[in-house]
């Protein structure tokens, strides 16, 4: 079975600091990963994607993979209290139409 | 990306009545899904809605229940049958514009059920 473990939280971080989410997989076939938002009472958006170990950076978003260790992570710079929200870890199987969710994150910034 | 509409947003029903919900895509998508999330909780897949055929279901829930329909690639119906207080959840309808790429979400739909 298929697990993706993140933190419920809440993680409580001031403005102007960085976020740090973290998510555990335990499909080692997993090659595709996704972060989401979710807003109080929104649906989920598309905030990264990586498919390679190391960085991606896009903007104040840093996603980190790391494949041997079946960890990826989301880190947040310059956090905003707009950035309070659920943050959904989603790794997918090659092959796979279908990603799994985790739990999510609740982040929460404050000024 | 894809703008994917949802009707209706809300709704209370009395139990043992049924709900369908709509979703509409303004694009042809290769793939489309159907979630359910309750409260507090992550995103659980119902199924796979497959155009021209019947769909897929995950473990867990089956057709009697959740019947769906797929009649082209830019529509799909999500029905909640015989409905109970433990189906009060969000449901939510999802694309994949493109093989391959990742999903997005509707807005989803709030049923109430009393």
């Known amino acids: 079975q298929k697990e993706v473990e993140q933190n419920s939280g809440p993680l409580s971080v001031p403005e102007g600091a960085i976020a740090s989410l973290n998510c555990t997989y335990s499909?080692?076939?997993?090659?595709?990963f996704f972060w989401y938002r979710q807003y109080s009472g929104k649906s989920p958006e598309l905030i990264m994607s990586i498919y390679s170990n190391g960085d991606k950076e896009d903007g104040r978003f840093t996603a980190q993979l790391n494949k041997a260790s079946q960890y990826v992570s989301l880190l947040i710079r310059d956090s905003q209290p707009s950035d309070s929200a659920t943050y959904l870890c989603?790794?997918?199987?090659?092959?796979?139409?279908?990603?799994?969710f985790g739990r999510g994150t609740s982040l929460i910034v404050h000024p | 990306s894809a703008v994917i509409s949802q009707k209706p947003s809300r709704d209370i029903c009395q139990r043992g009545t049924s709900l369908t919900i709509q979703c509409q895509v303004d694009?042809?998508?290769?793939?489309m899904f159907w979630y359910r999330q309750q409260p507090g909780q992550s995103l659980t897949l119902i199924a796979t809605?497959?155009?021209?055929?019947?769909?897929?279901?995950e473990s867990g829930f089956v057709i009697d229940k959740f019947p769906i329909s797929r009649p082209n690639l830019t529509f799909s119906t999500l029905t909640v049958s015989n409905m109970s207080p433990e189906d009060s959840s969000i449901y939510l309808c999802s694309v994949e514009v493109r093989t391959g790429e990742t999903q997005y979400f509707g807005p989803g739909t709030r049923l109430l059920v009393l």
């Open positions: 989603a790794p997918r199987t090659g092959g796979s139409y279908i990603p799994t």
């Open positions: 809605a497959n155009q021209g055929s019947e769909a897929t279901y």
């Open positions: 694009s042809q998508v290769t793939m």
């Open positions: 499909d080692r076939g997993s090659q595709s």
